[in-house]
């Protein structure tokens, strides 16, 4: 069984959120993704990550990250490719004691991408991990449907679109609070 949370957070709500969550848990951010050797993408924090609270692409999928505890071990698999050589892919698949973090951020002073959590394990620490960050990014958040607005989104809704999917959706797919 899945679990997923929708969010929408500036770099100052997602810093004040994930800065509470690095306090009072162990953990690390790989990010997910194809990788030509099993040297991956890893931060400590999220103060180290480049951009944070900033969209390249306009599609809520684009960037994502495994969150883990520190002493979790990052698994990864090869897959053979036609012109030779092996790619390693980072994912969930392999990895049932993380969850998947996508950032969400701006793509341009116009538009604010949803970001959001979930994992599709059912391991106990997954869920755990689940449950624990699911708390920081619902404490103190407006709810409005399924997503969660951080304090700041909140004083610039009237500036700016809040996109669900990507920036090509119609104007009507995009989250109005009211």
């Known amino acids: 069984m899945s679990k997923e949370l929708f969010y929408f957070a500036t770099v100052n709500d997602l810093l004040e959120r994930?800065?509470?969550v690095e306090k009072t848990r162990k953990i690390k951010y790989v990010k997910c993704g194809r990788y030509s050797s099993q040297?991956?993408?890893?931060?400590?924090t999220i103060d180290d990550f480049p951009n944070i609270g900033t969209n390249t692409s306009g599609d809520h999928q684009t960037e994502s990250y495994l969150i883990?505890?520190?002493?979790?071990?990052?698994n990864s698999y090869a897959v053979e490719q036609i012109?030779?050589?092996?790619m390693y892919f980072v994912n969930q698949q392999g990895n049932e004691r993380s969850i998947v973090f996508w950032p969400g951020?701006?793509?341009?002073?116009n538009h604010l991408i949803c970001g959001h959590i979930g994992t599709i394990s059912?391991?106990?620490?997954?869920?755990?991990?689940y449950n624990f960050f699911s708390k920081s990014?619902?404490?103190n958040s407006k709810k409005v449907g399924r997503y969660y607005i951080g304090d700041e989104v909140l004083t610039i809704t009237n500036q700016v679109r809040l996109i669900t999917i990507n920036i090509n959706q119609p104007v009507e797919y995009d989250l109005k609070i009211i």
Request: charged share 20%; hydrophobic share 35%.
């Open 137 to 139: 990014f619902t404490k």
């Open 122 to 129: 059912n391991h106990e620490m997954s869920l755990q991990l």
């Open 105 to 109: 951020g701006f793509y341009d002073e």
């Open 39 to 44: 040297n991956y993408i890893e931060y400590s």
């Open 83 to 86: 012109e030779g050589g092996l």
């Open 18 to 20: 994930l800065r509470g």
């Open 68 to 74: 883990l505890n520190i002493d979790v071990a990052v």
